[in-house]
């Protein structure tokens, strides 16, 4: 039982994590922010953590519930979700002033207002759609798809789901709250490179979740062949 339990705990950052890749989104972490005390960047690498557990966990759980309800297909969520990354992407590929904006406003906030507000300017962009994309989250919902129907496997699944998005979140944790690190090590050649290189694979990303959602959808139409 408790074989079974690590093994299901371990199977969600082992397919997560390198979709999510936080070690490679760490610069662009650390190039948003902007040069800011270490403590600040802690502080939101913290609450990006947080907010990526619990959209993990919110993913596997209800999201093939919600998406039900609202009668959204998942090829849907790819598409809307792919065209946000490569727009994402395209803006970090091109003029990162623009884009630097956003994220020091958020730093300022932090310095003057409660935690709220902090929460709240981190979810965007920083924890959706750049950490938790929408391949992260069509990922997880495929995850999530069979409850089990008895209550000792139903809560069993329940505490090696939050095992293994607690797992996912201490790493994006880890890796985020070292990204100034990350960036020195890296040097400045070194950094602009990789930011260049993360943007341009996260448009990329973003081109082929939408490709992916209009394939699906094509087929659920009947337009194409499977």
Known sequence: MLIIFLKA???IPVTLLPILNPFGIAPVFANLLGDVPRSIEKR???QVAINCWFMLLGAIFI??????????S???????????????????????DQDAAIPRQVVQVVDESADEELKARSFYPISFPLTV????????????????????????????????AGVTALVIYLCY????????LLGRLGTMVVLRLSA???LCIGIQIFWSGLTGLLVETGLIAQ
């Open 177 to 184: 709250r070292s990204a100034h690190k990350i960036v020195s």
């Open 74 to 96: 998942l090829p849907i969520v790819r598409i809307g979700g792919g065209i946000l990354v490569a727009v994402s992407g395209w803006r970090l590929l091109g003029d990162n």
């Open 44 to 46: 939101v690498a913290r």
């Open 133 to 164: 994309g929408p391949g992260t989250i069509a990922a997880s919902i495929t995850l999530g798809a069979n409850t089990p129907a008895r209550l000792v496997d139903w809560v069993m699944s329940i505490g090696s789901a939050a095992l293994g």
């Open 200 to 202: 341009f694979i996260l």
């Open 9 to 11: 705990a371990f199977l």
């Open 63 to 72: 999201g093939s519930h919600v998406l039900a309800f609202f009668g959204i």
